[in-house]
């Protein structure tokens, strides 16, 4: 059962730190960690309206790929200017963009010109030799605290790590053709087994690592850039093997896939995904009404104008949001794309709300 909402709740704790697409919140006096908040939101029974703050995102430059996309968040301080960019865990070498605030593989001629060279070009990556104590003893006790729910963010899924290889047309024909399909199959079963070794060092070397966002694009901001067929065929089997190892071991799943992919969802779901957060150009209402109750989704509220807006009208506009997707039957957490509105008021009002919502 969840405990009804108490107003001593409200008394303020501490605060967040900042982070990307996050700012900093305060943090109540709530009825559960964090982390019991976020495990349970992830098994479908929430307490509250999850915002992302109670979530640690854990990106170690351990990983290769972290380094090379400009994304590393843990204990020891990254300077993107001078440390992003460079060999992925292929040796693929890409490109730090600050103007973008993004990687791109270094453009040229493709690493593969076709899928059936995979056997004979690719270097595997030798992951024993990274340095998991040296990551573990930096990390655990310090960035990685016990109340927190901690994120580890993994980069670069199955279609990405094709397009890192042979660019986004190599990578889609390759997909698409038939001649090439069972090479593409056979790359994915061995690249899942070293997806699968990689969580599984996570797992032993930090053991505060509560759930796995994992990361591979499937569509643009118009459509999907595949058929929901295709995708069952060719890339949820090898997901499939990744969530069931990840929840065998007792951790959360979360998908991020940007572009309007509505057409998608059920594979997402059957791909085992605890929770996805949509891009905003999908139809939230749609994806909420048709498989709210199947996963978990990253819900957008309604824009109002924050510079003008007044306090009541922006608590006004968090009960709506949580009325609408604070339901116990179908719990949502609030889209990562979304935080803008987390003024201190919207915020206080969302918490309130839902949870009076979430404990009926």
């Given at each position: 059962m969840i405990p009804k909402f108490d107003p001593k709740e409200l008394n303020v704790?501490?605060?967040?730190?900042?982070?990307?697409?996050?700012?900093?919140?305060?943090?109540?006096?709530?009825?559960v960690t964090e982390k019991e908040a976020i495990t349970s939101m992830f098994k479908g029974k929430a307490y509250w309206q999850m915002v992302g703050a109670?979530?640690?995102?854990?990106v170690p430059r351990l990983l290769p790929d972290n380094t090379v996309r400009g994304l590393v968040f843990e204990h020891q301080p990254f300077d993107v200017l001078t440390e992003a960019g460079g060999k992925d865990m292929f040796g693929i070498e890409w490109e730090y963009i600050a103007q973008v605030g993004g990687s791109t593989v270094?453009?040229?001629?493709?690493?593969?010109e076709d899928i059936s060279q995979w056997r004979e070009k690719i270097v595997w990556p030798d992951i024993d030799s990274w340095d998991w104590?040296?990551?573990?003893?930096i990390n655990n006790d310090?960035?990685?605290?016990?109340?927190?729910?901690?994120?580890?963010?993994?980069q670069t899924g199955w279609f990405e790590r094709l397009i890192a290889l042979m660019d986004f047309e190599g990578a889609l024909m390759a997909i698409f053709d038939e001649d090439s399909k069972e090479e593409v199959k056979a790359f994915f079963e061995k690249l899942t087994d070293l997806y699968i070794r990689i969580f599984d060092k996570y797992i032993t070397y930090f053991p505060k690592v509560d759930g796995f966002f994992v990361h591979d694009d499937w569509g643009s901001q118009k459509e999907?850039?595949?058929?929901?067929?295709?995708?069952?065929?060719?890339?949820?089997?090898?997901?499939?093997?990744?969530?069931?190892?990840?929840?065998?071991k007792g951790k959360c799943c979360e998908l991020h896939s940007c572009g309007q992919i509505l057409k998608q969802v059920p594979n997402i779901i059957a791909?085992?995904?605890d929770a996805w957060n949509p891009q905003l150009i999908n139809d939230m209402d749609a994806i909420y009404d048709l498989y709210g109750d199947k996963i978990v989704l990253g819900i957008a509220p309604e824009p109002f104008d924050i510079e003008s807006a007044t306090e009541e009208e922006q608590r006004a506009a968090a009960r709506a949001y949580a009325d609408k997707y604070c339901r116990?039957?179908?719990?949502?957490?609030?889209?990562?794309?979304?935080?803008?509105?987390?003024?201190?008021?919207?915020?206080e009002e969302l918490y309130i709300r839902s949870r009076e919502n979430y404990s009926k």
């Amino acid at each position: 059962m969840i405990p009804k909402f108490d107003p001593k709740e409200l008394n303020v704790v501490g605060e967040t730190v900042a982070y990307v697409y996050m700012p900093s919140i305060k943090i109540y006096d709530y009825p559960v960690t964090e982390k019991e908040a976020i495990t349970s939101m992830f098994k479908g029974k929430a307490y509250w309206q999850m915002v992302g703050a109670e979530r640690c995102p854990f990106v170690p430059r351990l990983l290769p790929d972290n380094t090379v996309r400009g994304l590393v968040f843990e204990h020891q301080p990254f300077d993107v200017l001078t440390e992003a960019g460079g060999k992925d865990m292929f040796g693929i070498e890409w490109e730090y963009i600050a103007q973008v605030g993004g990687s791109t593989v270094r453009p040229g001629v493709p690493f593969l010109e076709d899928i059936s060279q995979w056997r004979e070009k690719i270097v595997w990556p030798d992951i024993d030799s990274w340095d998991w104590e040296g990551s573990a003893k930096i990390n655990n006790d310090t960035y990685l605290a016990s109340d927190k729910f901690n994120l580890a963010w993994f980069q670069t899924g199955w279609f990405e790590r094709l397009i890192a290889l042979m660019d986004f047309e190599g990578a889609l024909m390759a997909i698409f053709d038939e001649d090439s399909k069972e090479e593409v199959k056979a790359f994915f079963e061995k690249l899942t087994d070293l997806y699968i070794r990689i969580f599984d060092k996570y797992i032993t070397y930090f053991p505060k690592v509560d759930g796995f966002f994992v990361h591979d694009d499937w569509g643009s901001q118009k459509e999907t850039f595949f058929s929901p067929e295709l995708v069952a065929e060719m890339i949820v089997p090898y997901m499939k093997r990744v969530t069931d190892f990840l929840h065998v071991k007792g951790k959360c799943c979360e998908l991020h896939s940007c572009g309007q992919i509505l057409k998608q969802v059920p594979n997402i779901i059957a791909a085992g995904w605890d929770a996805w957060n949509p891009q905003l150009i999908n139809d939230m209402d749609a994806i909420y009404d048709l498989y709210g109750d199947k996963i978990v989704l990253g819900i957008a509220p309604e824009p109002f104008d924050i510079e003008s807006a007044t306090e009541e009208e922006q608590r006004a506009a968090a009960r709506a949001y949580a009325d609408k997707y604070c339901r116990p039957d179908k719990p949502t957490y609030l889209n990562m794309y979304s935080t803008a509105f987390l003024t201190p008021a919207y915020r206080e009002e969302l918490y309130i709300r839902s949870r009076e919502n979430y404990s009926k």
